[in-house]
């Protein structure tokens, strides 16, 4: 049997992104055949994709892709940083947001069905994905996407590969540009007061009155005259509608001019935002906290158990 060295582990693992001593298994098990070994670890590492598919994605990227009036933005997770700088990791999903963009998908499940051929796998995005997870050896899942073709025009803005933005806009492309990049940096949650969803503004209405609660408490314990409920629900009201003010693209002071709001500079620009969208890799997705002692602890058993 021919030597295993470091130069056939390194050329398979370039082939495969695989972990070394998995490439010097499959080399050592083919008798030194690079051919028969990438072909061993493909069966192993689809194997492992299976057993992937139930950790965490917190991780991942946001692309766009748009064309003329057309467009979209999608997020795509992992589990580690480290892949969101893979080639074959970013190729994906730079390929799903043009499919994405081109197809018109119902829905996420739709997009697992569209063509696509990469990296020798395919012919469709899903079998793609569950080849790269036996590939790259950790999990990863395309989350959620955005497409607009209502005729407006579109602008993109990519902040890193963490934070993604699409504006629908009529008028100056440069005016929408800052917008989306203004968007990127202080996330509005709707465009205007209007579109502020009720279940958000519910919970500031509530915080606001029990703040409120807890001032008016304290100034009776300082010998302070009670105020009326009027009054307490002037402040409640006024604690609300700032908030709107705050959340609200148009109403949002502009990061490039603080001496006027964003609609303002639309107007002076003869602009008109008809929607966005914001995301930001991660966002709501509740990550695992390793416990790294008891991790070390658990191997430490284990090996003795072994």
């Known amino acids: 049997m021919p030597a295993i060295t470091a130069s056939m582990v ?30 061993i670890l493909r069966v192993k590492l689809g194997n492992k994709a299976g057993k992937a598919a139930a950790r965490i994605t917190a991780e991942g990227v946001v692309t766009a ?3 003329g009036a057309v467009g979209a933005m999608v997020e795509v997770n992992c589990e580690t940083d480290f892949v969101t700088k893979n080639d074959s990791f970013l190729a994906f999903s730079k390929a799903v947001a043009g499919l994405v963009a081109e197809h018109n998908p119902a829905d996420v499940a739709a997009v697992g069905a569209l063509p696509l051929a990469q990296d ?10 569950k080849g790269l997870i036996g590939k790259i050896g950790e999990n990863m899942s395309i989350r959620r996407f955005k497409r607009y073709s209502g005729g407006g025009q579109l602008a993109s803005y990519l902040h890193g590969t963490r934070i993604g ?16 990049m203004h968007v990127a940096a202080m996330k509005p949650k709707a465009l205007a007061t209007s579109d502020v969803p009720a ?18 408490a304290t100034a009776v314990a300082a010998g302070k005259p009670a105020q009326s409920p009027e009054i307490v629900a002037k402040r409640v009201d006024g604690s609300v509608q700032k908030f709107l003010k705050e959340v609200s693209l148009l109403n949002q002071t502009f990061v490039k001019n603080d001496k006027q709001t964003v609609e303002q500079m639309l107007k002076e620009k003869a602009t008109q935002v008809a929607g966005f969208t914001l995301y930001v ?12 002692a008891a991790e070390v602890a658990a191997q430490v058993a284990a090996a003795k158990g072994g």
């Open 281 to 292: 890799v991660g966002e709501g997705i509740e990550k695992k906290v390793d416990d790294f």
């Open 120 to 129: 020798g796998f395919g012919p469709t995005v899903e079998d793609v994905r």
């Open 10 to 39: 390194a050329e398979l693992r370039g082939k495969t992104d695989a972990p070394m001593m998995e490439c010097k298994k499959a080399l050592t098990e083919a008798d030194g055949d690079l051919a028969r070994a990438e072909e």
């Open 165 to 180: 933005v699409l504006v629908e806009f009529t008028g100056d492309e440069i005016a929408a540009k800052d917008v989306a």
């Open 65 to 67: 892709a748009v064309n």
């Open 199 to 216: 279940e958000l503004i519910e919970v500031e209405r509530r915080v606001a009155a029990e703040k409120a609660a807890e001032d008016a």
